[in-house]
């Protein structure tokens, strides 16, 4: 939440994303290990949640990819330009 | 078990070390590189929750996949490496805002019953079979609808990233 923050290059952003859905996957299994271990539902759902943290990395690697070819630079805080 | 305690202690250790690395570190390859070792110690942290299957799921995915396409990108994406002003205008904001979660969970999990829990003995004796039962029976649905998302996302991210051959 940090990184989401008070970064300034979109790839740290990144990586403040995928540590952030890390955590959440931690809670998931977490939980249902000492709620309700019979139905390892967490479980599933967690693996639900890497997969689609997998697509949303190759979706939002490849904007930053394109942004990049675009206009050189990755610093959001001088892409706000594109707002005008 | 105090093993365990302690492995577990090191494992956050590495993996909340990591993180902050892979923020802060000065080159942007170096906090890929550490991005992955926080994903291990997650993996770490999953095994010793019991959750064998997951743990080698995120090892694979994340790590064997994920990590490597984040490499892959900083690699092409790094401009010149310029020293320009560390210029981070809103990092107060973002030290309060961890903080603010920080203790806010700090403050449930005290006031909860959560240290008294107990790992509960009712745990199916083969993770794999019993994930492997409920994909096919109860998530099934769910299951054939991440195979269409990851083809889209597949789809969308060639469609964003091929080069435009240039129309002469």
């Known amino acids: 939440m940090y990184g989401l923050v008070s970064k300034g290059n979109a790839l740290r952003l990144f990586f403040s994303i995928e540590i952030v859905i890390n955590a959440a996957n931690l809670n998931l299994v977490a939980f249902s290990r000492y709620i309700s271990p019979a139905s390892i539902s967490g479980q599933t759902f967690a693996l639900f949640s890497i997969a689609i943290a997998a697509a949303e990395a190759a979706v939002g690697l490849a904007i930053v990819m394109v942004t990049f070819r675009l206009n050189q630079d990755v610093d959001v805080f001088k892409l706000r330009k594109l707002k005008n | 078990m105090i093993e365990e305690d302690i492995a577990f202690v090191v494992i956050s250790a590495l993996t909340i070390g990591a993180a902050i690395v892979s923020l802060e570190s000065r080159q942007v390859v170096y906090g890929a ?136």
Request: proline share 4%; glycine share 6%.
């Open chain 2, 33 to 168: 590189i550490s991005l992955a070792f926080s994903f291990l110690g997650i993996a770490g942290l999953f095994i010793i929750l019991d959750a064998t299957f997951v743990a080698l799921f995120q090892i694979i995915v994340y790590i064997g996949a994920i990590a490597v396409l984040i490499l892959f990108t900083v690699m092409l994406v790094t401009k010149e490496i310029d020293p320009h002003a560390k210029r981070e205008p809103l990092q107060p904001v973002g030290i309060l805002i961890a903080v603010i979660i920080g203790i806010l969970v700090t403050a449930v999990a005290a006031i909860s019953s959560l240290s008294n829990w107990a790992p509960s003995s009712s745990y199916p004796s083969s993770v794999v079979l019993a994930i492997g039962n409920s994909l096919t029976s109860q998530y099934a649905i769910p299951l054939e609808m991440l195979a269409l998302i990851l083809g889209a996302s597949i789809v969308g991210a060639i469609t964003l990233a091929k080069v435009e051959k240039e129309q002469q």
